[in-house]
């Protein structure tokens, strides 16, 4: 069993940042995929960003160039900084952690074994 919980949410204005942690419970942090999504009222999950095992890193176009997603594996952390952030990069973030080896990025929900509580980002106009 693995717990995730996600902190760093907030309220911020459009073209400023923030950094999300998604702090992982597991003596085997350092072998799971970890991922990224968002959910806006209405919307389906869509995926934001991963990064594997082997630090591997893959973005939704959507958020290429402003996002960052990063891991440390002594801390069991993974973080995602957001910067020139947009009203509609609104939502709940969610982390998730693949357990499971994979071969390909991992870029839908379902390829997901463990799920955070998610944390509400709000970006004003």
């Known amino acids: 069993q693995v717990q995730l919980v996600e902190s760093g949410g907030g309220l911020v204005q459009a073209g400023g940042s923030l950094r999300l942690s998604c702090a992982a419970s597991?003596?085997?942090?350092?072998?799971?995929?970890m991922g990224w999504f968002r959910q806006a009222p209405g919307k389906e999950r869509e995926f934001v960003a991963t990064?594997?095992?082997?630090?591997?890193?893959y973005y939704a176009d959507s958020v290429k160039g402003r996002f960052t997603i990063s891991r440390d594996n002594a801390k069991n952390t993974v973080y995602l900084q957001m910067n020139s952030l947009k009203p509609e990069d609104t939502a709940v973030y969610y982390c998730?952690?693949?357990?499971?080896?994979?071969?390909?990025?991992?870029?839908?929900?379902?390829?997901?074994?463990?799920w955070g509580q998610g944390t509400q980002v709000t970006v004003s106009s």
């Open positions: 998730a952690a693949r357990t499971r080896s994979t071969g390909v990025f991992p870029t839908t929900a379902t390829a997901y074994d463990y």
């Open positions: 990064i594997t095992r082997s630090s591997s890193i």
């Open positions: 597991g003596r085997t942090f350092s072998s799971y995929a």
